[in-house]
Antibody, heavy 126, light 108 residues
């Protein structure tokens, strides 16, 4: 069974930093691209960042480019999202999602989300 | 980026009724790379349809997807109680991947 378990969400002040993690199991980790997708309270889904299966390619939404960094550790089967200079508009439930493919292009396009975690909540407020 | 507009915003229906949800793209979706997801309150989204018309594993056959280019639909032939919730379309042919704003299917 594919499992994605996010952690690291917290309440932080504007300008602060946070690191999210996604522990993956039930599949061969380095053969699938992974992404972060967020959902602000009561709002729709927004793709945030993606990384190819081997970690060689990354891609970010314009809204987080330069502030967020995605990485993956195949020794621990973990995807991470380092978030800096957080803003109120970053407040959301952050989901880790697996793409159905592992290609380099899948960091940004060409794959759909076939499995999702339950999310971890990030609140940015003073 | 490809803007996806879903309509209607909300539908109020009874179990047993059929429903069609619309998703319109601002430009042609490459290779008809269009997916549909279902989200229930307090739950993560769940993949229903990919490639515009292919049902995902475990998607009941009362769900069907169709369309091409800029116009796509998700049809539920006969609503069951577990089908009420939010539905999102998403295109993955162009970067960045984008989602529609969602259609809520609520029980009348």
């Amino acid at each position: 069974e594919v499992l994605l378990v996010e952690s690291g969400g917290d309440s932080v002040q504007p300008g602060g930093s946070l690191r999210l993690s996604c522990a993956a199991s039930g599949f061969i980790f380095n053969t699938y691209a992974l992404s972060w997708v967020r959902q602000a309270p009561g709002k729709g889904l927004e793709w945030v960042s993606g990384m190819s299966a081997t970690g060689g390619y990354t891609h970010y939404a314009d809204s987080v480019k330069g502030r967020f960094t995605v990485s993956r550790d195949s020794s621990r089967n973990t995807l991470s999202l380092e978030m800096r200079s957080l803003r109120a508009e970053d407040t959301a439930l952050y989901y880790c999602a697996r793409l159905n493919t592992g290609t380099a292009a899948a960091a940004s396009r060409g794959g759909y989300f076939d499995h999702w975690g339950q999310g971890t909540l990030v609140t940015v407020s003073s | 980026e490809v803007l996806l507009t879903q309509s209607p915003g909300t539908l109020s229906l009874s179990p047993g009724e059929g429903v069609t949800l619309s998703c319109r793209a601002s430009q042609s979706v490459i290779s008809n790379y269009l997916a549909w997801y279902q989200q229930k309150p307090g739950q993560a989204p769940r993949l229903l349809i990919y490639g515009a018309s292919t049902r995902a594993t475990d998607t009941p056959d009362r769900f069907s997807g169709s369309g091409s280019g800029t116009d796509f639909t998700l049809t539920i032939s006969r609503l069951e109680s577990e089908d009420f919730g939010l539905y999102y379309c998403q295109q993955y042919g162009s970067s960045p991947r984008t989602f529609g704003q969602g259609t809520k299917v609520e029980m009348k």
